[in-house]
């Protein structure tokens, strides 16, 4: 600042300042080095750019020669040539040769429209003290989100639960069945019967002819026939019902249980925080009123 409002390392957070105010990111430096001059400060201008700037200030800058109207053309070209060696040097993005008089409305355009294409072709630049700021303000909002107070209230929410439900099932089931099955069964069924016997028994009968007359006798052997009871058994057979056992299918009911999904809505006290970005607003206001205050006044 050629009046002393400002001290270099000073440029760079006030034109941080503006750059924020315009949310601007990034920017493009025209520098001025008059041809009239004998001595080319470009040097000291360089390290001016790069104490308020960052050190890539001179890549996104282009040099302004300007008063080229006070020298006569023997003399601006050697001095433009010196300007320009300087300014490739220092890494300058290159020299726009800038008149100040006698140049009419339709050079002065034309003068207007040169120095906007050659800035055209002029990368822009970050400048380090607005990556400061920016940290700055990124720093003081997390520093406000964290002391702020937490914001509590009641939510109806729906919730969901499992729960199990029973039901009537079925399955199919091999079991024994009991059958009674018709048969025939034999058995044995007594009997008496009777049978003729032979029997032969000897008898003492009385003598015949005189040793009868006179008490005699003699034996004889008489057989005779008499019935003699036996019992006898017989087969017979009879219809009986015999159990049998046989495995069948069977469809068998069971209560089974089954997992459903239900919602109810339960009130739960909600604790809510404001993101960092709720604070980036207050933070820059003040962090850019901190610098304001830091700075010297105008």
């Excluded at 055209?120 to 380090?128: D, E, Q, W």
């Excluded at 025939?184 to 040793?211: D, F, K, N």
């Amino acid at each position: 600042d050629s009046r002393l409002r400002f001290t270099d390392k000073e440029a760079g957070p006030r034109i941080a300042l503006c750059l924020a105010t315009l949310k601007t990111e990034e920017v493009k430096l025209i520098v001025f080095e008059s041809l009239a001059n004998d001595a080319i400060g470009l040097r000291l201008t360089a390290e001016k750019l790069h104490h308020g700037f960052g050190g890539t200030a001179a890549s996104s800058a282009l040099v302004l020669a300007t008063k080229a109207d006070k020298l006569e053309a023997n003399e601006r070209q050697p001095r433009l040539q010196s300007l320009q060696e300087a300014a490739a040097q220092l890494g300058f993005r290159g020299v726009v040769l800038w008149q100040n008089r006698r140049l009419g409305a339709e050079g002065e355009q034309k003068q207007v429209e040169n120095l906007k294409a050659a800035l055209r072709r002029v990368p822009s630049t970050k400048i380090a003290a607005l990556e400061d700021l920016r940290s700055r303000i990124k720093a003081k909002a997390e520093e406000l989100c964290e002391k702020q107070n937490p914001r509590v209230h009641t939510e109806n929410i729906s919730v969901d639960k499992e729960i199990q439900v029973a039901y009537w099932a079925s399955k199919i089931v091999n079991v024994p069945v009991v059958r009674l099955r018709k048969d025939q069964e034999s058995y044995e069924v007594p009997y008496i019967t009777s049978a003729e016997m032979e029997a032969r028994q000897t008898i003492v009968v009385p003598a015949g002819g005189l040793e009868g007359l006179f008490g005699g006798t003699q034996t004889r052997t008489v057989s005779y026939k008499f019935p003699k009871p036996e019992m006898k058994f017989k087969t017979t057979y009879r219809t009986v019902k015999l159990p049998v056992t046989e495995w069948v299918d069977q469809e068998v009911p069971f209560i089974a249980y089954r997992t459903e999904i239900r919602s109810e809505m339960q009130q739960h006290q909600v604790t809510t925080y404001l993101p960092v970005s709720q604070f980036m607003a207050e933070a820059r206001k003040l962090v850019m009123q901190e610098i304001r205050n830091s700075l010297k006044a105008v």
